[in-house]
Each structure stands twice: as structure tokens, then as C-alpha cells.
């Protein structure tokens, strides 16, 4: 299940979320800050934290559990990570938002995929190294791993932040 693009004219939603108003315009912008410090737009993500999105979400999710659940080895969620202009978050985005909604989705796709295997890949990147961060997300996520029964694959890739992850990873 792919949500999100890494092109600027790929956009990984139905015509109709993007062009629904009720839908917000369906997708953010993604964007890369190469080393002279602009932002540039590298592809799109799904607004899982607007609720109308998540609902749409949650249908397709459903539809696709009774058709193949059982039918297929697994079914794999796309990375948790996403990029902003960090002086122009799209509207009505806050990083527990966005957080929850990535949590409550994974908690739907295994409700929904009972004799699959869901795998969700987690790589919050900056969203989860905020200065003021204590973590307590990281952890939370992680230990839901046992309660729901997914399998949880890190992705440690921000090589910048990778020995304050592991510092949270032995907490």
C-alpha cells in the first residue's frame, strides 16, 4: 500500500480525494532541502491525518481485507516518514496528528488483515527527533508491535540522528 510519491507528478490517491473539497485536496506536498537550503518538491503524501482522508482510507483498507486477507503472504504499509518546507506545513498538519493517525492506521490494517501478515515500516525521521521530543512516541509505536501483532521494520535512516535513536531504542 503506497500513500505517498518520491515524483512531483505521481499522486498515489484517486482523482476524486484530490478534488473532493471535503477531502482538503487529499495530498501535501513532500519536499527535499538539498545542502543550499531550499526546499524543493519531491513527490506527495496522503493527508492521513485529515479525518475524511482517513475514512476514505479505512473503506479502501476493508474492501481489500475482504477480497485478500488470507490470500496473500502479507500486505506492506509504506514507510511513516515525510517531509515538509518546515516554513509552510501543509494546513491543518501538527506532528501529533500525524503521529496518531499512522498509529490508528496501522491499528485498522491489522484489525482488518487477520491471517496476513502486516508489515509497517518506521522511520519518523525529524518529526520524531524534535528537540523536545522525549521519545515517548518511538516507544509507544514499538510497543504495540506485541499487542497487535505486526512486524515492525526500523528504518534508522537520518544518519544524523541515528545515536540519539539508538539511545531511545535501549530505553
Known sequence: MQDRSFE????????YIREDSIYHGGVAKQYDVPGEGKSVAVGWVARVWDPAVRERYRLLIEKLAAEFDGKIYGINLPETAVDFDEKNYPEDFSFDKYFYAELN???????????????????FGTIFFKPDSSAIEFRVFYGMTGLIKIDLKLLLIAWKLYPRAQRFWHQ
Open 105 to 123: 492506521n496501522i491499528k485498522m490494517v491489522r484489525k482488518a488483515f487477520r491471517k496476513s501478515i502486516v508489515l509497517q515500516y518506521v522511520n
Open 8 to 15: 512531483p507528478t505521481v499522486f498515489n490517491v484517486p482523482d
